[in-house]
C-alpha cells in the first residue's frame, strides 16, 4: 500500500500517479503477493499486465471518513470494483449511526462469495464491525500490533484474537433451529459485551 493523504496515507493526492513507478518495482521483484489500490485511481494505474506476469493480486479499496453506504450502494461499488479486474475488494467506511452498522451487516449476509476482503467502519462506532464483518461474510480484518493504533478504531490483534478464541466456544449454536440473521444478532451481543469488558480492563490499567 502507498496510501493517498486523501484516504488517511502521506502520499500527496496531486502526484497519485507517480507511485506508479514504485509499484512496478515492487511487483517486477516476483516476491509482492498483494497490492492495494484505491477504487478511485485504479484505471489510471495500469499495473494488471504486470500484476498478471508477476502474480500479484490486486486488492482495489474504498475509503469514506464522512458516511457508509446502503446494502445496495455496496453491492453496486463491489460489482464496479470486480469490473476493474481487481481480485478482492476492501471497504473502510464511517457509521454514522446504529442504522449504517445493519446495512453493512445486510450486505455481507447477502454475499454468496468470498470477494469482500474487509469491510468495516473506521472510529469507535465501528469497532464492532472490524470483529464481526469476517463472521458475516468478510474474507479477513484489521487489527495492530505494537502500543499504536495505525487507523482510528482499530483493535490488538491480541484483543482479536481472543475474541475469535469465545466465539468458537459458541459454535454450537449453528446446530440449533436459528437462522443466519438471528445467529449474527447473537454475535453482535457478544461484540458489544467483548468491546466493554475490553474497555473496562483497559481503564483499571491506567
Not at 493523504?5 to 509482492?32: C, H, N, Y
Not at 445486510?106 to 470483529?131: C, I, K, P, Q, W
Not at 483493535?155 to 440449533?176: D, N, P
Request: contains cysteine.
Amino acid at each position: 500500500t502507498i496510501r493517498l493523504e486523501r484516504d488517511g496515507g502521506k502520499w500527496p493526492v496531486e502526484a497519485s500517479k507517480d507511485r506508479i513507478k514504485f509499484f512496478q518495482a515492487m511487483i517486477r521483484t516476483g516476491e509482492l503477493d498483494w497490492i492495494d489500490i484505491g477504487l478511485e485511481e485504479i484505471a489510471l494505474m495500469e499495473l494488471h499486465p504486470e500484476c498478471l506476469e508477476h502474480n500479484t493480486q490486486i486488492l482495489c479499496s474504498h475509503h469514506n471518513f464522512k458516511q457508509s453506504y446502503h446494502a445496495e450502494e455496496l453491492t453496486a461499488l463491489t460489482q464496479e470494483i470486480q469490473l476493474s479486474g481487481a481480485n478482492a475488494a476492501k471497504f473502510a467506511l464511517t457509521f454514522r449511526d446504529a442504522g449504517d452498522a445493519q446495512e453493512l451487516y445486510r450486505f455481507l449476509h447477502e454475499r454468496t462469495d468470498h470477494y469482500v476482503f474487509a469491510a468495516f467502519s473506521m472510529g469507535d462506532l465501528g469497532r464492532e464491525s472490524r470483529l464481526l464483518a469476517p463472521l458475516l461474510g468478510a474474507s479477513g480484518t484489521y487489527g495492530y500490533t505494537g502500543d499504536t493504533a495505525a487507523a482510528p478504531g482499530q483493535i490488538t490483534t491480541q484483543a482479536m484474537t481472543q475474541f475469535f478464541k469465545s466465539i468458537h466456544h459458541h459454535s454450537y449454536l449453528e446446530g440449533v433451529n436459528m437462522n443466519r440473521e438471528l445467529l449474527s444478532q447473537h454475535i453482535q451481543v457478544l461484540a458489544q459485551h467483548f468491546l466493554q469488558d475490553l474497555d473496562s480492563h483497559t481503564e483499571d490499567l491506567t
